[in-house]
């Protein structure tokens, strides 16, 4: 399975922008690039997912390189509710595809 | 409200006896999984099902079983073969079991055995 590597923490303060960082070489070109959130003892939320282009949600904003191989999760204007554990994840086509493989994530603390 | 339920919240069992979690959705959504979350870890796949009647295993599906008996319904059963059963267990579902679809999480079943 394709990997990604995330900083292992962030940090920011309320109501500036936060930039989360993930890395992808291995990505292929069928993968699509998921992102999560997870906060202390409850199931992940879905933020934003993409392909090749960049893509806009209500809940934020995902950059992708153009060779693919690193994207960037934009949160506008961070909040306290926006302090969780952010999980970018590769859901790959043939037979894994549909099939998200959690790695550790970034832990995101936001200063109020 | 659509969404994915999920029960107990929490739930305790001696070692040695087998432990069902429910799972229930309300979503139309033809795909589900189970996850297992370990302190401090990312999540691995245990079982996924793309459709009624039909499952495949995940990553980790030794001393776990499930069954699709119904669209809305993927329970997941903990043998008592499975060595470490302690873990938080989450619920998935997806429209269907593709790459370009998002998934929903339940809230999980934090199960402890002892």
């Known amino acids: 399975d394709a990997k990604t590597t995330q900083p292992n923490s962030m940090e920011s303060n309320e109501e500036e922008p936060v930039h989360l960082p993930c890395n992808h070489s291995?990505?292929?070109?069928?993968?699509?690039i998921h992102w999560y959130r997870q906060l202390p003892s409850q199931g992940p939320e879905y933020v934003i997912h993409?392909?090749?282009s960049n893509v806009n949600n209500r809940m934020a904003s995902l950059a992708i390189a153009e060779d693919r191989k690193s994207s960037t999760l934009i949160l506008h204007r961070a909040t306290l509710r926006d302090a969780a554990v952010y999980y970018c994840i590769l859901l790959t086509g043939g037979t894994s595809y549909g099939k998200l493989t959690f790695g550790q994530g970034t832990i995101l603390t936001v200063h109020p | 409200d659509g969404g994915i339920t999920q029960s107990p919240k929490y739930l305790f069992r001696k070692e040695g006896q087998n432990v069902t979690l429910s799972c229930e959705q309300n979503?139309?959504?033809?795909?589900m999984y189970w996850y297992r979350q370990d302190p401090g870890q990312g999540l691995r796949l245990i079982y996924y099902s793309q459709i009624v009647n039909d499952f495949q295993k995940g990553d980790i599906a030794e001393g776990y079983s499930v069954s699709r008996e119904k669209k809305e319904s993927f329970p997941l059963t903990v043998t008592s073969a499975q060595k470490n059963p302690t873990a938080f267990y989450l619920c998935?579902?997806?429209?269907?079991?593709?790459?370009?679809?998002?998934?929903?999480f339940g809230p999980g079943t934090r199960l402890t055995v002892t």
């Open positions: 993409g392909l090749t």
């Open positions: 979503l139309n959504h033809d795909a």
């Open positions: 998935a579902s997806s429209i269907l079991h593709r790459p370009s679809y998002e998934q929903y």
């Open positions: 291995t990505i292929s070109g069928t993968d699509y």
